[in-house]
């Protein structure tokens, strides 16, 4: 299974971190022991002293695929959720700074949870849909898919002409604006429209 992560895919956001707006999607991946599955809590690492949320709708891809074009990519995938890119920020800064890659602020052990995963059927419109995440309870992230920069297809689409998927690969689509710090005791609670979909406890 791979875990494809979608950068500066929300213009706020880019603005916020002083990012510039892509013309194609911008992708890297985490590997599969990122992956922090529905009721588990999240340890905080000892190597870091910034681990900051990022909010995503998350695409599961539904079968084997290579080269597709944008409007066949919803043959492509059948469910979407919401997950967490754990970053730790201070590496992620200071490898920038140095002009050296950051893989180890986003690839490190379950950096990457995952919540329960919703049919797109259930959806009226895949470019409107609200989602949120609240910490302790109070709501710290909106977005809505409409301000994606790229969409599903084009996301999947692009992809697929480097990489092939393969079914249970995993998308995560991008952050808005709002990112920020967790610490010890906090609990992360994520939701598609008013639907729960993803809780996580920081031990």
Known sequence: MKIFCIAANYRKHNEELGFVQPK??????????????????????????????ETEVVVKINKMCKSVGERFATRYFSEISLGIDFTARDIQNAARAEGQPWFLSKGFDCSAPVGEFLSKDSFDNLQNINFCLKINGEIVQRGNTGDMIFSFEKIISHISNFCTFKMGDLIFTGTPNGVGMVKIGDVLEGFIEDRKVLEVKIK
Do not use: C, H
């Open 24 to 53: 194609t999607p911008v992708f890297f991946l985490k590997p599969e022991t990122s992956l922090l599955r529905p009721g588990y809590d999240f340890y905080y690492p000892e190597f870091s002293q910034r681990i900051e949320y």
